[in-house]
């Protein structure tokens, strides 16, 4: 098993540009989630999902859009990346009734220019 | 609304010395979740404990120890005679369970520990 696995690992992008990070788990997990990792800040919640084709909002998801169109993917898609958006990106996944515990994925590094 | 509290930011040690990170949660819930995770400078987030809130016991498991004490609402980490690959930045994390689909993981801001040769 290779848990979660995101892509890609680092990114840099220019102001107004596009791009979507991919999040892959082969755990048969039903709930994926986004999170942003600030200095100081710990982890905040961008997106989440509960199941193919569902998707809600989580703490801090503006900028952002998602799509889970698969059981074991979840895309982050930043449609016009701003320096705000700088930021070290995690996936996580987990299951109903172990919804208290998440696996997270290695972390993609974005830097907006 | 749930919230947790690192309030140590950045501490340094020597090696072989013990270190204790502060951890500080609030919630309105009865039963709820807390977890430590470690994320050392490659930048993975590795799981360390989680413990339900019914059960107060303290746990070792080798150098690492946890006291839990709801009383004053802290889950406390200690580190006996540290070492330098214990250098990495530790996150408290808290889930209630009265949110079903785990959107509630709320982390502190984190301390980043430091343990010199």
């Known amino acids: 098993n290779a848990g979660v696995t995101q892509t890609p690992k680092f990114r840099v992008l220019k102001t107004g540009q596009s791009m979507t990070l991919l999040c892959a788990q082969d755990?048969?997990?039903?709930?994926m989630y986004w999170y942003r990792q600030d200095p100081g800040m710990g982890l905040r919640l961008i997106h989440y999902?509960?199941?193919?084709?569902?998707?809600a909002k989580g703490e801090v998801p503006d900028g952002y859009n998602v799509s889970r169109l698969k059981k074991q993917n979840f895309l982050l898609g930043l449609e016009s990346a701003a320096p705000s958006q700088t930021s070290v990106y995690f996936c996580?996944?987990?299951?109903?009734?172990?919804?208290?515990?998440?696996?997270f994925g290695p972390g993609t590094r974005l830097t907006v220019l | 609304a749930q919230k947790v509290t690192q309030a140590q930011t950045e501490i340094s040690v020597v090696e072989k010395e013990d270190v204790t990170l502060d951890c500080v949660y609030e919630?309105?819930?009865?039963?709820?979740?807390l977890f430590w995770y470690k994320q050392p400078p490659s930048g993975e987030l590795v799981f360390l404990i989680r413990?339900?809130?019914?059960?107060?016991q303290n746990e070792i498991s080798g150098r690492y120890s946890w006291n839990f004490q709801k009383s004053t609402s802290s889950f406390n980490f200690t580190i006996t005679a540290s070492q330098v690959v214990d250098s990495a930045v530790y996150f408290c994390?808290?889930?209630?369970?009265?949110?079903?689909?785990?959107?509630?993981?709320?982390f502190g801001p984190g301390t980043r520990l430091s343990v010199l040769p």
């Open positions: 999902s509960v199941g193919e084709g569902t998707t």
């Open positions: 413990r339900n809130s019914f059960d107060e």
């Open positions: 994390a808290l889930s209630e369970t009265r949110y079903n689909y785990g959107q509630n993981f709320v």
């Open positions: 996580a996944s987990t299951s109903p009734g172990r919804a208290d515990t998440q696996y």
């Open positions: 919630t309105r819930d009865t039963t709820y979740y």
């Open positions: 755990m048969n997990h039903e709930y």
